[in-house]
C-alpha cells in the first residue's frame, strides 16, 4: 500500500465488511454501545446470502420462526411469516425490513469490494482497500462476509463455446428466469438444485439433471406454521427463542436420547415415520447414536432409501438417487418440496455422472461419455468454496505481513472461530472453528455477533485496546474442534464441511461440531475468565495476556454405551493416549 494511499485513508474505529445479516446485527449492536462503526457490501443491497441466491425454489430449512432475529421483541412481534419455510424473496424483505427499521442503510456502502487488508503494527490499525481503490483506516476489522458467499470457480471443458445462457444458483438474475418451452440442463443435486430442479421441471420443455453424487433429503412439508409452534412462540416468545439456542444445531429439533442399536425394530419406525412425517431436519434427532454407531446411521439410511423407492417410481432412477458414499448427515442434508417425485415425470431425465462422465460443453449443449445433450440454458448449481472461500480471497496480512493464506495453508487455524493469531483486532462472524454451518445460522449469528460487541465495549473501557488470540490458544482450539468432531462419522465424507468440493483445499473438518449450546458456554467462560487465550494490549503495554484455552467443555451428554467406539476414534487419530 503506497503513502498516498494511506494518506487518504478514511478513519473509522470499526469497519465490517458484508451486510448479510451477520454485518447488519453487528452494525446494530455496536451503534448501541456508541461504538463508530461502518458496513462495506460487494451487493446492491442487504440480506447477503437472500440477495444473491434468487434461484427458483430458494428457501430456509430451518422454520422461518426460528431462522429469524430474536433480539429485538418488537422486532419478532410485528413480522409475521407467511409459511413454515420463508421463501427467498420474503427472506430478502425481511433483511431489507431489518435494514429499515433499525435505519442501517445508512453506515452501509454498497457494490464495494474489499480486495486488502493489512494490519499496521505501528499504529495498531487495520488498512483495508476496495476494488476501487478505495481506503480505509480502522482500529477492529469484522468479516462478516459470510460462510457461504463464494461460489467454486469450477469451470468444465469448453463452457465458452456454449452460445447460450448459463446461469449459477448462487448468481441469479434479479429479473427471473422464463423456461418455458426450453431444453434446460442442470449440473449439481445439492442443496440449491434440489430447491430447484422441481420448479425449473415445471417450466422447462425438458430437463436434464447432471448428478455426480447423491444426497439424502427429507421433505419439508411446507405450509403453514404448525399450531404447536405458533402457540409456543406466542405464549412465551423469549422461551421459544432461548430453548432454540440451548440446542446443538440452534433449533428445537426434539433430539432423542435413545439409542436406535437399543430399540425395537417397530419403535424405531414408528420414530422415523413420525420425524419424516413432520419434515425437515427432524429426523437428524431421532436417535442418540446416528452420528456415531455405523449400524445405527444405517437404520436411518435404510429408512430413508426406501422413502426414495417408495418415491420415484423408476426403480433404477431411484437407486441413482439413493447416497452410497457417505453416512446419513455427514454431508449438509437437503429439504425439499416434491424433489424425488419430479423424477417421475417424463420430461426430466437423470444422468449419472459416475457412469457417464461430463466430457466438454459444446456449441449445442454437453456431450458425456455416452452421448451429446442439447440445451437452450444451463444451470450450474455447484456449491461454494464454504467458510474460507470469501476470507481467502482478500489479500489479508496480519502482524509482520503474514498472509492468512500461509497461515491456513494447512487448513483454516483459528480460535473459537472468532479469532487468528497474528492478526489483531480482525473478528470473524461464524469463523472457521465456529459451529455455523452446523447450525441455524441466525442464532450462531446473533451468539457471535453478541459476544464481539461486549468484548470491543470491554476493550473500549482500556482505552481501545488490542486484542489478539494466543498462538498456544488458537492450537489449542485447532484440537478441540478436532476432539469434536472425531468420535463422530462426519470425517468419512467428502463433503464441503471437509473443503472437499474445492480441488486443492486442504481437507480439514471446519466448523465446531460440539454443539451451539456447548459452544455458547465456552465463549461465556472464555469471556468470563477476562478474555482467556487471548493478549490484550496498549500499545508496548500488556493489559492482560493468557496463551492457555481451559474452558474444555465435559463431553456433551454422551451416552455410555457409544464410549467405547468414541475412545477407539479419539485414540486412532492421536487425539487420547493409547490404553
Ligand atoms: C442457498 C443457501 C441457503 C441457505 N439456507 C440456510 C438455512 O436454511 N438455514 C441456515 O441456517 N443457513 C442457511 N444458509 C446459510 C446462510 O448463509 C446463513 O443462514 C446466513 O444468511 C449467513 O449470513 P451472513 O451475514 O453471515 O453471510 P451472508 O449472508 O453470506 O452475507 C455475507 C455478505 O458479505 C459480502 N461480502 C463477502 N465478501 C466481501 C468482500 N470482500 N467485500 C465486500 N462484501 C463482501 C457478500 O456479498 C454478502 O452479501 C444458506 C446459504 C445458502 C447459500
Known amino acids: 500500500m503506497t503513502a498516498s494511499k494511506i494518506q487518504d485513508a478514511q478513519p473509522i474505529d470499526t469497519l465490517i465488511v458484508g451486510a448479510g445479516f451477520a454485518g447488519m446485527y453487528m452494525l446494530h449492536k455496536l451503534r448501541e454501545l456508541g461504538i463508530g462503526a461502518q458496513v ?5 443491497g442487504v440480506g447477503g446470502t437472500w440477495y444473491w441466491n434468487r434461484y427458483p425454489g430458494a428457501r430456509v430449512d430451518i422454520q422461518s420462526l426460528e ?32 435494514a429499515d427499521r433499525f435505519d442501517l442503510k445508512r453506515d452501509i ?17 487495520w488498512l483495508v482497500g476496495s476494488e476501487a481503490d478505495e481506503f480505509w483506516a480502522c482500529r477492529y476489522l469484522i468479516l462478516a462476509t459470510g460462510c457461504l458467499s463464494v461460489p467454486t470457480d469450477v469451470t468444465f471443458p469448453g463452457i465458452e463455446t456454449f452460445p447460450r445462457p448459463i446461469y449459477r444458483t448462487s448468481r441469479w438474475p434479479r429479473e427471473g428466469v422464463d423456461f418455458s418451452g426450453q431444453r434446460v440442463g442442470i449440473i449439481g443435486t445439492g442443496s440449491s ?36 409452534d405458533i402457540h409456543a412462540r406466542a405464549s412465551d416468545p423469549r422461551g421459544y427463542r432461548a430453548a432454540s439456542k440451548d440446542t446443538p444445531g440452534g433449533f428445537q429439533n426434539f433430539g432423542n436420547t435413545a439409542l436406535a442399536t437399543q430399540t425395537s425394530p417397530d419403535e424405531i419406525r414408528a420414530e422415523l415415520e413420525r420425524r419424516w412425517a413432520w419434515g425437515g431436519f427432524r429426523i437428524l434427532g431421532a436417535f442418540a447414536d446416528t452420528a456415531i454407531a455405523p449400524a445405527a446411521n444405517r437404520i436411518v439410511h435404510d429408512f430413508i432409501a426406501e422413502k426414495i423407492r417408495e418415491q420415484v417410481a423408476d426403480p433404477a432412477v431411484a437407486e441413482l438417487l439413493t447416497p452410497k458414499d457417505h453416512p446419513f448427515g455427514t454431508k449438509r442434508p437437503c429439504v425439499d418440496t416434491g424433489y424425488y417425485a419430479t423424477f417421475n415425470r417424463p420430461n426430466v431425465e437423470l444422468i449419472d455422472l459416475k457412469s457417464d462422465p461430463l466430457v466438454a460443453f459444446n456449441a449445442g449443449g454437453i456431450t458425456t461419455a455416452k452421448r451429446q445433450h442439447d440445451f437452450d440454458a444451463i444451470v450450474l448449481a455447484t456449491g461454494f468454496d464454504a467458510m474460507t472461500g470469501a476470507i481467502d480471497r482478500i489479500d489479508l496480512r496480519g502482524v509482520g505481513g503474514r498472509k492468512i493464506k500461509d497461515h491456513w495453508a494447512e487448513g483454516p487455524r483459528t480460535y473459537l472461530g ?33 459476544w464481539i460487541a461486549e468484548c470491543l465495549a470491554s476493550l473500549a473501557k482500556r482505552q481501545h485496546a488490542s486484542i489478539e488470540a494466543s498462538a498456544e490458544a488458537e492450537t489449542a482450539w485447532c484440537r478441540h474442534v478436532m476432539e469434536a468432531v472425531t468420535p463422530t462419522m ?49 500499545g508496548d503495554s500488556v493489559l492482560s495476556e493468557s496463551h492457555d484455552f481451559t474452558s474444555h467443555p465435559p463431553m456433551p451428554d454422551i451416552p455410555e454405551a457409544l464410549m467405547p467406539i468414541i475412545i477407539e476414534r479419539l485414540m486412532a487419530a492421536g487425539l487420547m493416549p493409547a490404553a
Open 490 to 538: 462426519m470425517p468419512q465424507a467428502n463433503s464441503w464441511y471437509m473443503g472437499a468440493n474445492v480441488p486443492g483445499k486442504p481437507r480439514m473438518f471446519m466448523p465446531y461440531a460440539g454443539g451451539l449450546h456447548t459452544y455458547t458456554e465456552i465463549c461465556r467462560q472464555v469471556a468470563a475468565k477476562g478474555y482467556e487465550g487471548f493478549v490484550i494490549r496498549n
Open 67 to 98: 431462522y429469524s432475529f430474536g433480539f429485538d421483541a418488537a422486532l419478532e412481534a410485528e413480522w409475521h411469516w407467511s409459511e413454515r419455510y420463508a421463501p427467498q424473496p420474503e427472506l430478502l424483505r425481511y433483511a431489507d425490513h431489518v
Open 109 to 125: 456502502q454498497f457494490n464495494t469490494r474489499i480486495t486488502s487488508a493489512h494490519w499496521d503494527n505501528t499504529e495498531g490499525r
Open 193 to 228: 438444485a434440489i430447491q430447484s430442479i422441481p420448479i425449473i421441471a415445471e417450466q422447462a420443455v425438458h430437463l436434464t439433471v447432471f448428478q455426480r453424487t447423491p444426497n439424502y433429503s427429507m421433505p419439508a412439508h411446507n405450509g403453514s406454521i404448525p399450531d404447536e
Open 40 to 44: 462495506v457490501e460487494a451487493g446492491s
Open 418 to 450: 472468532l479469532m487468528v493469531a497474528g492478526f489483531p483486532n480482525m473478528f470473524t462472524i461464524t469463523g472457521p472453528g465456529s459451529p455455523s454451518v452446523l447450525t441455524n445460522m441466525i442464532n450462531s449469528i446473533e451468539q457471535h455477533v453478541e
